[in-house]
C-alpha cells in the first residue's frame, strides 16, 4: 500500500512548489506573440516621361550664319545648339555607340535628314570632315543618307562618319555588286533609347542618289523600292524593341505618305523629309508628316509622352510635333562657336595660297572676268554650256598674284554646280535674260546664238548645261527647274573648278591670266 501514497505524496508536492512560484502574481502574464516581418514595400508605379525628339533638315555645311544670294540671313550650328540647350534641355556631346547620349538621363534625340556636308567652303574646303565633327558634338544620333554624302568618296565618307560618330541609314540602297559596291553597305534602321522609351529610327535616301552620284562613287549599287525597303527595316526595329518608329528621308514626305498611311501596322508617329516643291506639315491617322529645308535655321520638336506602367504597345500615349524657329539672336554654344572659328581660320588660311597671276586684273563689268568663270566651270564639267547671273560677280580681279581667296571675292556666295539638259530652244530663252553671263555659246543676233566653231544653237537638240542653285530655282528670272525637274547635282561649289582651272593654266607675269581667258 505504500507505492501508491509515495505517488500521491509527489503530485502534491509538485503542486505546492507550482504554487508557490506563483505566489507573487496578480495575475498570469501570456507568452508573448512572436514578432511579425514587415510588409514588403510595392514598388511605385513608374510615372510618366517626356522624350522630345529634334530634327533638323539638311545641314549642307552650313556651319556659319550665313547670307545666300537673294535669301534671308540663316543661323549657324553653335547658335542652333545654344537654342537647343535653353529651349530643350538638348545633351551636348558625341553620342556613344549604341547610340546612348553624352549624359545621363538625357531626354532628348537629335536626328537630321541627310545631304550633311556639300555646301560653303567651311565645310566643302575639308571634304565635309569639318560638319561631320561639328554635328558629332552637338549630339546628333542618327541621319539619313543623303545622296551628296557620296560626293567625296567612300574613305572620305568613312572618315566623316568616324568623325561624327552617328551613322547614316538608308534602307533603300542596296549593294548589287559586292565587288563595285564593297564598304557601301548600309544600315536601314537604329533603335535609340532615351529614358526608357526606345525610338526605331528609319533612313530612305534619295532616288537621285545612285544615277546622279559622281562618276565612280555609286558602282554597284541600286536603289530597291520604298516599300519593299520600309517593310524590311521597320521589321527590324520592331524585333529589337521599338516602341515607335520614325522615318527620316532624302526626300519629300508627302510622297511616302501613301505607302505609310496603309501600314497602321508600323506605328511609325513621324516622318521627317525634305526636296518639296511646297511646305509640308500635315497628320493622317497616327503619323505626322513634315518637310524641312536647308541649314539650322529652324527644326523640328517631336515631344513624346511614355507611359511605362501601360500595356506593351500602348505605352506612347501622345505625340505633338511643331516646327520651331531659331531666334536670330540666339546665344551660341561658346565652345562649338570657337570650334568653328578654328575651322575659319584655318579656311582663311588656305585660301591665301597663290594660284595664278594677273598683269591688269580683270574688271567687275568686264566680259572678260565672266568668261574666266563661266570657261573655268565649262571646261572643269565638260558641259556644252554654262549659264551664270551678273548679280553673281561682287568684285574684280584686282592686277597682281591671284589666290583661291581672290575666288571667293569675287564669287563670294554659297551655290553648288548643277547639271541640266535642256532643248535648244529653251537654252536659247536662258541665254537671252539680261543677266546671263555664259560659255560655250556666242550671241549671233537677237534670240540667235552659235558655238565656238560657228555652227548655230539646234533648237531641237538635247544640250548638256550646268548652272548653280540660285539660277535653277527661279533666280533672276531663270527657268531652269521647269526645263529639268530632275537635274544632276553635283555637290561641288562654283568656285571650286575656278580654281582648278585657273591652277592649271600656271599663269605668271610673262604669261598672265588675261591671255588664257579668251
Keep these: 500500500m505504500r507505492t501508491p501514497l509515495r505517488r500521491a505524496s509527489g503530485v502534491m508536492a509538485v503542486a505546492l ?6 505566489c507573487d502574481k496578480k495575475e498570469e502574464t501570456p507568452p508573448a506573440a512572436p514578432a511579425q516581418a514587415p510588409a514588403a514595400q510595392q514598388p511605385a508605379a513608374p510615372k510618366p516621361v517626356t522624350v522630345t525628339v529634334l530634327v533638323t533638315g539638311s545641314a549642307s555645311g552650313q556651319l556659319l550664319p550665313t547670307a545666300a544670294e537673294g535669301e534671308k540671313p540663316t543661323v549657324g550650328a553653335a547658335e542652333l545648339l545654344g537654342a537647343w540647350e535653353a529651349q530643350e534641355k538638348h545633351c551636348v556631346g558625341q553620342v556613344k555607340a549604341d547610340g546612348a547620349a553624352a549624359c545621363d538621363k538625357a531626354t532628348t534625340l537629335a536626328l537630321t535628314i541627310g545631304d550633311t556636308w556639300s555646301g560653303p567652303a567651311i565645310s566643302s574646303f575639308f571634304y565635309g570632315e569639318s560638319t561631320a565633327t561639328v554635328l558629332g558634338r552637338m549630339g546628333f544620333a542618327a541621319s539619313a543618307l543623303g545622296n551628296h554624302e557620296l560626293d567625296y568618296g567612300r574613305e572620305q565618307f568613312q572618315k566623316n562618319q568616324q568623325a561624327g560618330g ?3 541609314l538608308a534602307a533603300n540602297l542596296k549593294v548589287k555588286d559586292a565587288t563595285l559596291g564593297k564598304g557601301w553597305e548600309m544600315p536601314g534602321a537604329k533603335v535609340i533609347d532615351r529614358q526608357g522609351l526606345k525610338v526605331g529610327v528609319v533612313g530612305l535616301t534619295s532616288r537621285k ?9 555609286a558602282e554597284g549599287l541600286e536603289i530597291i523600292a520604298d516599300e519593299e525597303a520600309l517593310t524590311s527595316a521597320v521589321a527590324e526595329a520592331q524585333k529589337a524593341g521599338a516602341d515607335t518608329v520614325v522615318v527620316l528621308a532624302d526626300q519629300c514626305p508627302s510622297d511616302l505618305r501613301p505607302i505609310i498611311t496603309k501600314h497602321p501596322e508600323w506605328k511609325v508617329s513621324l516622318v521627317a523629309g525634305g526636296r518639296c516643291a511646297q511646305p509640308v506639315d500635315t497628320k493622317e491617322g497616327n503619323t505626322t508628316f513634315v518637310s524641312l529645308g536647308r541649314g539650322f535655321d529652324k527644326y523640328l520638336r517631336a515631344s513624346y509622352t511614355f507611359d511605362a506602367s501601360k500595356p506593351e504597345g500602348e505605352q506612347v500615349t501622345a505625340v505633338e510635333t511643331k516646327v ?3 531666334p536670330a539672336d540666339a546665344k551660341p554654344n561658346a565652345e562649338l562657336a570657337k570650334q568653328i572659328a578654328d575651322y575659319k581660320a584655318q579656311l582663311d588660311k588656305t585660301l591665301g595660297e597663290q594660284i595664278g597671276f594677273t598683269k591688269k586684273g580683270l574688271d567687275k563689268s568686264s566680259e572678260q572676268l565672266g568668261q574666266w568663270v563661266a570657261s573655268a566651270i565649262q571646261q572643269e564639267l565638260g558641259t556644252d554650256a554654262v549659264v551664270l547671273n551678273r548679280n553673281g560677280f561682287r568684285a574684280g580681279l584686282p592686277a597682281g598674284p591671284v589666290t583661291k581667296g581672290s575666288v571667293y571675292s569675287v564669287l563670294p556666295f554659297e551655290n553648288t554646280l548643277m547639271l541640266l539638259e535642256v532643248k535648244g530652244e529653251d537654252l536659247a530663252r536662258q541665254l537671252s535674260n539680261e543677266q546671263a553671263v555664259f560659255a560655250g555659246f556666242k550671241a549671233a ?3 540667235k546664238f552659235k558655238d565656238a566653231k560657228g555652227k548655230p544653237l539646234d533648237p ?9 542653285e540660285y539660277l535653277y530655282f527661279g533666280g533672276d528670272g531663270f527657268e531652269f527647274e521647269k526645263l529639268d525637274p530632275e537635274p544632276g547635282e553635283t555637290g561641288m561649289s562654283w568656285q571650286t573648278p575656278v580654281i582648278e582651272w585657273t591652277q592649271k593654266q600656271a599663269t605668271t607675269e610673262a604669261k598672265p591670266l588675261e591671255k588664257a581667258v579668251r
Design 209 to 217: 542618289t545612285v544615277p546622279t552620284a559622281m562618276p565612280g562613287r
Design 324 to 326: 520651331v524657329d531659331v
Design 460 to 468: 531641237k537638240k538635247e544640250y548638256k548645261v550646268a548652272t548653280v
Design 445 to 447: 543676233g537677237k534670240g
Design 17 to 22: 512548489l507550482g504554487a508557490l512560484s506563483g
Design 166 to 168: 552617328f551613322p547614316f
